[in-house]
């Protein structure tokens, strides 16, 4: 089922006011609302490599295997979704590894990744590293992935306060990344999308630039215009900075869209 009509997707990536190269990648399908953005690493333009294997493989690999998905109730559906998902970032894994292995210039690249599909009035989304996908709903911004990254480890211990992170020299440093291993951890998880929210996918190049207060009112502002929304993220990061490449990928339902037959997405569309 085509969701072209009911979704809305537009992204930017930048280079920034300080590196040469854009190391982030982003990619999406309007057909099937399928988000994808990475943010590599390496040298002799290894991240760009790694980076840009990532989200033609994801992009790839869901475009494919989505077509014959069949839901028949809230498990499967959960479970069918959640596994193209997890498949597909878990072949770009391999895809950036086997590469690496290869040519020897690119050995070491890695990228970080956050990929996001929309159906049956619901997301999936996967993700490895410091890439981030943040939800504004009701005026309310929502950081929905968790980092892997040192600082955050360090402030689930305890051994950080948010605010101290920000400041450390050790923000950067990810605990997970693709391709630098042959297998990776991928976190997936599931939530309910609700017409008018808005779906932010975007790189450490705009969340070590601007803080999340910023970020929600440029979305509550643009909220009827995301190709601005993006463009003031991007200008602002830049503004204040801009140290790393800048990318923001910016997703939002204006339509409801159950898949057909499907009991969750009937009591859905019942009790709301």
């Given at each position: 089922m085509s969701l072209k009509g009911k979704i809305q997707l537009y992204g930017k990536t930048d280079t920034g006011s300080v590196r040469e190269h854009n190391e982030d990648a982003i990619g999406c399908n309007d057909d099937i609302a399928l988000a994808v953005l990475a943010d590599g690493m390496g040298g002799?333009?290894?991240?760009?490599m790694a980076s840009a294997i990532t989200v033609s493989t994801v992009l790839e690999a869901i475009t494919n295997n989505i077509k014959n998905i069949k839901i028949d109730d809230t498990d499967a559906g959960y479970s069918t979704v959640g596994k193209i998902?997890?498949?597909?970032?878990?072949?770009?894994?391999?895809?950036?590894?086997?590469?690496s292995e290869v040519h020897a210039q690119y050995r070491g690249m890695g990228?970080?990744?956050?990929?996001v599909l929309f159906y049956d009035n619901r997301f999936t989304v996967a993700h490895v590293g410091d890439s981030r996908l943040y939800r504004l709903r009701d005026g309310k911004l929502e950081q929905l992935t968790r980092d892997h990254s040192l600082v955050q480890d360090l402030i689930d211990r305890d051994f950080y306060t948010p605010e101290q992170a920000k400041i450390s020299l050790n923000k950067n440093l990810i605990t997970r990344a693709i391709g630098i291993d042959s297998k990776v951890q991928i976190d997936v998880q599931e939530d309910i999308a609700m017409v008018n929210d808005i779906y932010l996918l975007c790189s450490d190049g705009v969340t070590d630039m601007i803080d999340d207060d910023l970020i929600k009112s440029v979305m509550i502002e643009n909220s009827q215009n995301l190709e601005k929304s993006t463009s003031e993220i991007i200008r602002l990061a830049n503004e204040h900075g801009g140290k790393d490449n800048i990318s923001a990928l910016l997703v939002k339902p204006i339509k409801?869209?159950?898949?057909?037959?499907?009991?969750?997405?009937r009591l859905f569309n019942i009790f709301s």
């Open positions: 002799h333009r290894g991240g760009e998902i997890h498949e597909a970032v878990s072949l770009a894994n391999k895809n950036v590894h086997d590469s990228s970080t990744v956050v990929a409801s869209f159950p898949a057909k037959n499907n009991l969750f997405s």
